[in-house]
C-alpha cells in the first residue's frame, strides 16, 4: 500500500512559479513510477508527467514540455513538480499517482492539490 499526499499549490499570476509536493509512506516508493495528472473545471483528467523508478527517465505532455520538471527524492518518500511560466489553463486539480510504470495504469492517487493561474 502507498498513500500519497501532495502540497504546494495555491493561486499564481500568469508567468509565475510553484513547486508541487508528493509526499508517499510505504518503503516501496522507490519501486513504483511516479505521475502527475491534472483535471480542470470541466474537463477530464489528464496527464502532465511521470517519471521512473530511478528517477532518470522522464516524459511530459506537450502542453507543458519545457515549463514543468518532474523530480523524486527516494531517500525523502518525495515527487516533486517544478512549473513555471504558468498560464491561466494551467488551472486545475493536480494529481499525484503511482504506479508499475511511467506511462501505465496507475495504481495508487493521491486527494489533489488545487492549482490556480489569475490573468
Known amino acids: 500500500q502507498v498513500q500519497l499526499v501532495e502540497s504546494g499549490g495555491g493561486l499564481v499570476q500568469a508567468g509565475g512559479s510553484l513547486r508541487l509536493s508528493c509526499a508517499a509512506s510505504g518503503r516501496t516508493f522507490g519501486a513504483y513510477a511516479m505521475a502527475w495528472f491534472r483535471q480542470a473545471p470541466g474537463k477530464e483528467r489528464e496527464f502532465v508527467a511521470a517519471i521512473n523508478w530511478g528517477g532518470g527517465i522522464t516524459y511530459y505532455a506537450d502542453s507543458v514540455k519545457g515549463r514543468f520538471t518532474i523530480s523524486r527524492d527516494n531517500a525523502k518518500n518525495t515527487v516533486y513538480l517544478q512549473m513555471n511560466s504558468l498560464k491561466p489553463e494551467d488551472t486545475a486539480v493536480y494529481y499525484c499517482?503511482?504506479?508499475?510504470?511511467?506511462?501505465?495504469?496507475?495504481?495508487?492517487w493521491g486527494k489533489g492539490t488545487l492549482v490556480t493561474v489569475s490573468s
Open positions: 499517482a503511482a504506479g508499475p510504470k511511467p506511462l501505465g495504469a496507475m495504481d495508487y
